[in-house]
């Protein structure tokens, strides 16, 4: 079956330094989305990827679909303690399926 | 416009108990999706509901089951509740079109015992 895989787990960061996170499917998707998780709470929509190696930026964050449609990235520059929380990938397979990817957990030392 | 609302937030319970946990989408959507997730990972697709039939399932066994109202509102039933349910069950509603982002709800945690 469709595999989704993030790296990495777990990422450390001093305040100010920049952060990415990739995901890889095993197939080519329809699209992509990415949510936040912060610690105790719930996931929140941040973005979603459509087209083929399309950019997407919010403020610090920017988004990349790959060219193939088969593995997308978001990126943090400056990171602040704001950001600290797990980032998911989600795809859905041909058969309107849900998958998140397994997250990457990020910390932010002052 | 109140987001999504699940009850209860919390909730404790003997193995082979059973459990019903409810689900209150966003005003505007008519679907709705259940997700395990246990410590530590990411959440995992249960099933999805609109216009009151289960329309997709992930891999769960028949233990876990659901339904949705027609007000769209919707339960998560689990039977013969393991130590391994112990996990945040979270609902998402959304509405129907392809792509559309998922809002979720705080979540019930439940423990086994």
Known sequence: GQQVMQIPQYQ???????????CNSSTTLSNIQWYKQ????????????????????Q?????????????????????????????FCLMKT????????PGTSLSVIP | DAGVTQSPTHL???????????CSPKSGHDTVSWYQ????????????????????????????SGHQFPNYSSELNVNALLLGDSALYLCASSPRG???????????????T
């Open chain 1, 59 to 87: 403020k610090r964050l920017t988004f990349q679909f790959g060219e193939a449609k088969k593995n997308s990235s978001l990126h943090i520059t400056a990171t602040q303690t704001t950001d600290v929380g797990t980032y």
């Open chain 2, 37 to 64: 997730q246990a410590l530590g990972q990411g959440p995992q697709f249960i099933f999805q509901y609109y216009e009151e039939e289960e329309r997709q399932r992930g891999n769960f066994p028949d233990r876990f």
């Open chain 1, 12 to 22: 450390h960061v001093q305040e100010g330094e920049d952060f990415t996170t990739y």
């Open chain 2, 12 to 22: 404790i319970k003997t193995r082979g108990q059973q459990v019903t946990l409810r």
């Open chain 1, 38 to 57: 912060r610690p105790g709470g719930h996931p929140v929509f941040l973005i979603q990827l459509v087209k083929s190696g399309e950019v997407k930026k």
């Open chain 2, 98 to 112: 392809v792509g559309s982002p998922l809002h979720f709800g705080n979540g019930t945690r439940l423990t086994v």
């Open chain 1, 94 to 101: 041909s058969y309107d399926k849900v998958i998140f990817g």
